[in-house]
């Protein structure tokens, strides 16, 4: 089985930042795209950011100029550093991984459990 822990959650105020991290672990043999989604109370789960295991990156609407995501491919950990948060961003991250668990086995995702985010004063 492969697990996906994420961490770095909390409470900040508006303007402030946070850094999430999440780590894959488990039965893997090479894990593709690492990515972060979020989900606020009655809304849709939304693409955050996105990292291919080469280090190309794709970011919603929302992150673009604020976030930044990377990835150690050694660790098989994927980092989202958030600056210039808003209330807008409250809501809970999660992980999302693409792995590979054997040579001969095919592609299946992964979700972590979730972290929650809150940005107030």
């Known amino acids: 089985q492969v697990q996906l822990v994420e961490s770095g959650g909390g409470l900040v105020q508006p303007g402030g930042s946070l850094r999430l991290s999440c780590a894959a672990s488990g039965s893997i043999f090479i894990v593709y795209d690492m990515g972060w989604y979020r989900q606020a109370p009655g809304d849709q789960r939304e693409l955050v950011a996105l990292i291919t295991s080469g280090g190309s990156t794709n970011y919603g609407d929302s992150a673009k100029g604020r976030f930044t995501i990377s990835r150690d491919n050694a660790k098989n950990t994927v980092y989202l550093q958030m600056n210039s948060l808003n209330s807008e961003d409250t809501a809970v991250y999660f992980c999302?991984?693409?792995?590979?668990?054997?040579?001969?086995?095919?592609?299946?995702?992964?979700w972590g459990q979730g972290t929650q985010v809150t940005v107030s004063s």
């Open positions: 999302n991984a693409k792995v590979r668990r054997r040579v001969n086995s095919g592609t299946n995702d992964y």
